[in-house]
């Protein structure tokens, strides 16, 4: 059997994953990230979780076929820079060089986290079999990975697949990202909670309110579909009307990549049919190829949290299990 090491380097945690080439997550371990240090601070990091890791599990790093690393910002391959990662606080550090002699000589790979969660689901099960497919993440935004012929489509700068920033609302809603009316300013959690708190503040009957213990602070993307299925007027208004936002970004991906798989991640997901069902009844009447025998599938994420650890693991790795 062989052993890869995955390692999801987010803004607040940094989780460090053995994966086998089976594609199986077999042991994790998560430490906050230090975003204080730079480069240096977060690859000693990185390393001592590692060894802590490989210890429990009898295994050495020579033992390990490949490290990868999914890094929330751009990973420019070519020249192993993080050219920008702004919840990191790194910026132009040759990271992928770092890293490589932090572990030895070590082959190290890294990639976008969002690239690297896409990829993730695509070989461990979600896509089987799919030359192309599509990751769409509802979380804090709305993260987005493209996989082409069995690739992930990285772009000329791999700085592709910033889905969240399309625009589906012009003059819309700012983003943070400098742009109005982003499909993440609309169809992300953060963006769902905001749809909902603002619904609650025009119905003091909305059993929202029940369902948030009378406290508004604590709405979450669930608080919203367990009033909708208690039957709640204004709950049920914000789910359809954010369905309306969620499907206007899908179909605009599916007008343009025509995907095997679309697959839908995030806590929101959860809710299942709730969600699921109107969404592939919108595409169904509205995509352009409506009328096509071959159909994008639309399903929901399986591995959720794990797929970044996975899909960095194996990113040096074009094995497809089915
Ligand atoms: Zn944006």
């Known amino acids: 059997m062989k052993y890869y090491i995955g390692i999801d380097l987010g803004g607040t945690n940094l989780v460090v994953g053995l994966v086998n080439e089976a594609a199986s997550l077999i042991d994790k371990e998560t430490v906050p990230t230090k975003t204080t240090s730079g ?15 490989l210890d429990r599990n009898n295994l050495k790093l020579y033992e390990i076929e490949a490290i990868g690393i999914g890094v929330p910002g751009t990973a420019n391959r070519e020249t192993g820079m993080i050219e920008f990662a702004n919840n990191l606080n790194v910026s132009n550090e040759p990271f992928l060089p770092m890293a490589k002699e932090a572990f030895g000589g070590k082959t190290v790979y890294f990639n976008n986290d969002a690239n690297a969660a896409a990829w993730g689901e695509y070989l461990a099960g979600a896509a089987a079999e799919a030359k192309s497919f599509v990751a769409v993440t509802l979380g804090t935004g709305v993260g987005g990975g493209i996989i082409l012929d069995g690739k992930i489509y990285e772009g000329v700068n791999f700085a592709a697949g910033e889905l969240g920033h399309m625009v589906i609302m012009a003059d819309g809603l700012p983003c943070n990202c400098g ?5 993440e300013a609309y169809a992300s959690a953060t963006a769902l909670i905001q749809q909902t708190k603002a619904a609650m503040k025009g119905d003091v009957f909305s059993l929202l309110w029940e369902q948030c213990a009378e406290d508004i602070n604590r709405v979450e993307g669930k608080t919203l579909f367990d009033a909708v299925r208690r039957g709640d007027e204004t709950a049920i208004k914000v789910l359809k009307q954010y369905i309306k936002y969620l499907a206007a970004g899908i179909i605009n991906i599916i007008n343009v990549f025509q995907p095997e798989i679309i697959c839908i991640g995030g806590g929101i997901s959860k809710a299942g049919d709730l969600l699921m069902g109107p969404i592939r ?11 096509s025998d071959k159909q994008t599938r639309i399903i929901t994420a399986k591995l959720y949290n794990d797929a970044g650890i996975i899909g960095a693991a194996l990113l040096g790795s074009d094995i497809h299990p089915v």
């Open 179 to 183: 742009r109005t009316g982003c499909f």
């Open 281 to 291: 009844e919108i595409v169904a009447r509205e995509s352009y190829s409506r009328n």
């Open 39 to 53: 480069a240096a601070g977060i690859i000693a990091a990185m390393k001592a979780v590692t060894d802590r890791l």
